[in-house]
């Protein structure tokens, strides 16, 4: 389910036009506490953090999103985007809950 909550936020997100990168989207995903990559303990660069953090985002979220044809990478516009299969799948399986609110999927990391 945190597949489809995860492509319900890059949804979001692309439609109030905010950023879509990598790092935005983790950041979104945590703070819809929809990441659940341990943090790399006991290391103290925080590069190779962020590093880790986006393969994990790659190989768990759009890379499955890809596979399952619910995006397609927009090869002009560097960015994926939302297929009508994976708005169907927003619109079938996403249910919002009680304190569900659209705005912290659009939450702004700061940089």
Not at 103 to 109: A, G, M, N, S
Request: include cysteine; glycine fraction near 4%; hydrophobic fraction near 30%.
């Amino acid at each position: 389910m945190d597949l489809v909550c995860g492509l319900r936020i890059l949804s979001a997100r692309i439609k109030n036009k905010k950023p879509v990168k990598g790092p935005d989207m983790i950041f979104a995903l945590k703070e819809n506490d929809l990441w659940y990559k341990e943090s790399n303990f006991g290391h103290t660069d925080p590069t190779s953090e962020k590093q880790g953090e986006a393969v994990f985002y790659h190989r768990n979220y759009v890379e499955r999103w890809l596979k399952e044809k619910w995006v397609v990478k927009n090869e002009n516009r560097k960015r994926y985007e939302l297929t009508p299969l994976g708005q169907n799948i927003i619109d079938t399986f996403h249910q919002p809950s009680a304190e569900y609110d659209e705005k912290k999927y659009l939450v702004i990391r700061s940089r």
